[in-house]
């Protein structure tokens, strides 16, 4: 392991250096032609609060890599191939850059995120819908 020593700024860059980074409108058309599978990462509280997207896949992000990686037991069952484009989303497009690369480690080499998160998405005007309750 390397002792090099970074900050989270400079490793934020670095990660998005190596992300194509998509707009919510990018990611809405992506996932309406079938072709990205949307992942909220948001946890519930904002979820609560803002709404959910339609046909999104909900992921608290302490569950992602498990959730995503193919190979996993605890796959979810959209999790089908490497080649499955992901778009993660968090609440302004942050910690979503950093699970983009996490799961580029686990091989899904067309994950990314939205620039902006979620509040770039409803900002776009883009479906959102209010919160279920109960569970």
């Not at 910690?95 to 899904?108: D, I, K, W």
Request: aromatic share 4%.
């Amino acid at each position: 392991m390397s002792d090099e020593r970074v900050g989270i700024d400079e490793l934020l860059e670095r990660v998005r250096s190596g992300l194509d980074r998509i707009g919510a409108r990018a990611a809405h058309e992506a996932y309406e032609a079938g072709d990205a599978l949307l992942v909220d990462t948001r946890y519930a509280a904002l979820r609560e609060r803002d709404g959910l997207i339609p046909g999104a896949l909900v992921v608290e992000r302490n569950e992602l890599e498990w959730r995503l990686d193919p190979q996993g037991s605890h796959r979810a069952p959209d999790a089908v191939s490497h080649e499955l484009r992901v778009v993660v989303l968090c609440n302004e497009g942050y910690a979503s850059s950093l699970a983009a690369e996490s799961l580029r480690r686990l091989g899904l080499h067309r994950a990314t995120d939205v620039i902006g998160g979620f509040q770039a998405w409803k900002a776009e005007g883009l479906p959102v819908l209010p919160p279920t309750t109960g569970d």
